[in-house]
């Protein structure tokens, strides 16, 4: 049974950082591709990164590049999002996902999700 679980939301003020990790567990797991996507109060849920577990390429929402990092440990099958200088428009649910790459990724093509952390981002 694959799982992956988030870690490393909270509360924090705006212009604040915080690193959410992902780890993904389970003898099944073989997605290429790793991300990020968020769900605001009200708002549907939209992508906000994702990496690919080889070579590292990277993909990110405009709304979040210069300030968001994605990165990963493939020994740790662990994903990070540093997420610097927030916004009180950040505030949402992060939930990590895995996909077979990253366009299928981005475009919603989902192997398997977290059940998400939350970031709330204090004016």
């Known amino acids: 049974q694959v799982q992956l679980v988030e870690s490393g939301g909270g509360l924090v003020q705006a212009g604040g950082s915080l690193r959410l990790s992902c780890t993904a567990s389970?003898?099944?797991?073989?997605?290429?591709?790793m991300g990020w996507f968020r769900q605001a109060p009200g708002k549907e849920r939209e992508f906000v990164a994702a990496?690919?577990?080889?070579?590292?390429?990277?993909n990110y929402a405009d709304s979040v590049k210069g300030r968001f990092t994605i990165s990963r440990d493939s020994a740790k099958m662990t994903v990070y999002l540093q997420v610097n200088s927030l916004k009180p428009e950040d505030t949402a649910v992060y939930y990590c996902a895995a996909g077979p790459s990253l366009n299928d990724l981005r475009r919603g093509g989902i192997d398997y999700w977290g059940k998400g952390t939350l970031v709330t981002v204090s004016s």
């Open positions: 389970g003898r099944a797991f073989n997605s290429a591709a």
């Open positions: 990496i690919r577990w080889i070579g590292g390429i990277t």
